[in-house]
C-alpha cells in the first residue's frame, strides 16, 4: 500500500481521557500535515512537520493538543482531556517538499472521534 | 485574508448535465488551488489542480477555470454521472504550507 495510512480509523472515549492518533505518510514525503474536519466543513488546519521539525501550529491547536514526528516519517496527534467538542474526523496529508515538489497533499482515510 | 469562499453549498443536477461550482480567495500570496473530492466516511481526494500563470486546467470530464484579476476560479465537472455525487472542496495555498479550504458543495447528479 502506497498511500497514507491512519489508525485507528475509529475511536470511541469518554470526556476527560487521553486518546492518540497515528499517522503513516507516503513513504519519501518529507512534509506532514493534521487537518480536522467537523460535519458539513471542511478541513481545518492543525500543525505540519517537514521532516521532523513542527513548522506552523493554528491557533485551534490548544495546549490539550500535541503532534510529533519523531523520526521524520510517521507521526502521532494526542488528545489529552478530551471534550465533547474534540469530536470530529482527524485527517492527516503527506507531501513532497524540493526539486520534485508539486505541492500536492494526499490524504489519509481519518480517524474518527466522538467523545462521550 | 486567508479565506476560501465556496458556492454553491449544495448542487442537484441530472446525469449527464455540466456541475459548476466557484470558488473566490482573497491572499494573493495564494500559488496552487487544488480541488478535492470526498465521499462519506472517506478522506478527500484529490481530483485536480492549477496554478495562478495558467487560465484553465483539463482533465477528462473535469476542468478548472482560473481567473487571476477576479481572483476566482471554478470546477466544471462534464457529463456528470450518479458516480460523481460527492462533497467538493476547493482549496488554497502557497508555497507547499497549509492548504485552506471552502465550504464544500454536496453535489447530487440524478439519474
Known amino acids: 500500500d502506497t498511500g497514507v495510512s491512519q489508525n485507528p480509523r475509529h475511536k470511541i472515549t469518554k470526556r476527560g481521557q487521553n486518546v492518540t492518533f497515528r499517522c503513516d505518510p507516503i513513504s519519501e514525503h518529507n512534509r506532514l500535515y493534521w487537518y480536522r474536519q467537523t460535519l458539513g466543513q471542511g478541513p481545518e488546519f492543525l500543525t505540519y512537520?517537514?521532516?521532523?521539525?513542527?513548522?506552523?501550529k493554528s491557533r485551534l491547536l490548544s495546549d490539550r493538543f500535541s503532534a510529533e514526528r519523531p523520526k521524520g516519517s510517521f507521526s502521532t496527534l494526542e488528545i489529552q482531556r478530551t471534550e465533547q467538542g474534540d469530536s470530529a474526523m482527524y485527517l492527516c496529508a503527506s507531501s513532497l517538499e524540493g526539486l520534485l515538489s508539486t505541492d500536492t497533499q494526499y490524504f489519509g482515510p481519518g480517524t474518527r472521534l466522538t467523545v462521550l | 485574508q486567508q479565506q476560501v469562499k465556496q458556492s454553491p453549498q449544495s448542487l442537484i443536477v441530472q446525469k449527464g448535465g455540466i456541475s459548476i461550482i466557484n470558488c473566490a480567495y482573497e491572499?494573493?500570496?495564494?500559488?496552487?488551488f487544488p480541488w478535492y473530492q470526498q465521499f462519506p466516511g472517506k478522506g478527500p481526494a484529490l481530483l485536480i489542480a492549477i496554478r495562478p500563470d495558467v487560465s484553465e486546467k483539463k482533465e477528462g470530464r473535469f476542468t478548472i477555470s482560473f481567473n487571476k484579476s477576479a481572483k476566482q476560479f471554478s470546477l466544471h465537472i462534464m457529463d456528470s454521472q450518479p458516480g460523481d455525487s460527492a462533497t467538493y472542496f476547493c482549496a488554497a495555498s502557497y508555497s507547499g504550507s497549509r492548504l485552506t479550504f471552502g465550504e464544500g458543495t454536496q453535489l447530487t447528479v440524478n439519474p
Open positions: 512537520f517537514q521532516n521532523e521539525a513542527q513548522l506552523e
Open positions: 491572499n494573493t500570496a495564494f500559488d496552487y
